[in-house]
């Protein structure tokens, strides 16, 4: 998949849909509306503290975090930090021996 975006080498959204209206040979609409539904998935499964599992790629889950007293880097002032829920990525094992052995072809 080749990248757009040439100055930071991102894959965005939009390229995403992009890719898999060629790839899968589907319309702009229905490549979209594929992505839509796959983030819109993902997200709702975050809301509802579950976890996704990709099997070979990676897996999301959501951690929660206490509140506690953190410092507000320019003035030194305490600030309560509140509770928060926050979503995490975690890399699958294939995806590692996959970017570990194409980095090494370069």
Do not use: W
């Amino acid at each position: 998949m080749a990248f757009d975006n040439k100055e930071m080498n991102v894959l965005n959204k939009l390229e995403l849909i992009k890719a898999l209206k060629e790839k899968a040979k589907i319309t702009g609409q229905e490549a979209h509306e594929a992505v839509e539904l796959f983030f819109s998935g993902l997200t709702d499964t975050f809301i509802k503290g579950e976890r996704v599992e990709i099997r070979g790629l990676c897996s999301f889950f959501v951690k929660d975090y206490k509140p506690y007293i953190g410092r507000n880097p320019k003035t030194a002032e305490k600030v309560q930090i509140h509770a928060k829920r926050l979503p995490f990525f975690k890399c699958g094992k294939e995806l590692k021996e996959r970017v570990d052995f194409f980095s090494k072809r370069k």
